[in-house]
């Protein structure tokens, strides 16, 4: 321990003048950057599609993939989370039950069906209420991927979600009276959608 106290200065210069720098020079070299006006992301300039002799493709401006962008995203953001909590629920599985299996016969997929996915069924009911609630909230990935087009969601408002419809409403426009009830509205269609869900992983639960 007293070695990476003494190692403590050394690693934060270090961090500071070596590693930052060279992070920084990574993500400079991706938006278009002049040192005066905020960087625009340019990415490989849509590059890779010119090398296959396509076309670029304008993947933002574009309404009708608004849609797999964000679904995209939110299963990339999302599927580490719920991968952790399947992880952890299968680990609270007695192992007896599948070596008790396996003595009778039971294949891997048998195992699987007639034991992990009973056993796991409080955590899949917990992992699709909250994934649906993380749905229904969904705002920065509108608000950073569309923050250059005048419409908060997008191209023809293609990608329009409830939350940035309500912080549009509510602090653009300064509908406040408008944006509250949109903000109640959203919290009962998120209760009544998690009561039927929890009432559905109860039910089959008790099966």
Known sequence: ???????????TLFA????WPLLNSLYLSLPTF?????????????????????????WLATPGLTIPIMVLMATWSGMGYAM???VAGIH???EEYYE??????????????????????P??????????????????????????VS????????GLMIVPYLYDMGFTKFQLGYASAIAWALFLIIFVISMVQLRVGRATREL
């Open 84 to 86: 952790v909590i399947f």
């Open 34 to 58: 002049n040192g005066v006006t905020p960087p625009e992301f340019a990415g490989l300039a849509n590059t890779v599609l010119g090398w296959a002799g396509g076309d670029p493709v304008a």
């Open 16 to 19: 500071g003048f070596v590693i």
């Open 92 to 94: 609270t599985i007695p």
């Open 123 to 148: 955590v899949t009911t917990y992992v699709v209420v909250t994934t649906m609630i993380a749905a229904f909230q969904v705002f920065e990935a509108v608000y950073i991927v569309f923050r250059q």
């Open 151 to 158: 419409s908060v969601g997008g191209v023809l408002d293609s």
């Open 100 to 121: 008790a299996a396996r003595i009778d016969g039971a294949t891997t997929w048998k195992q699987f069906r007639g034991i992990t996915l009973p056993l796991l069924r």
């Open 1 to 11: 321990m007293t070695s990476y106290v003494m190692l403590l200065p050394f690693l």
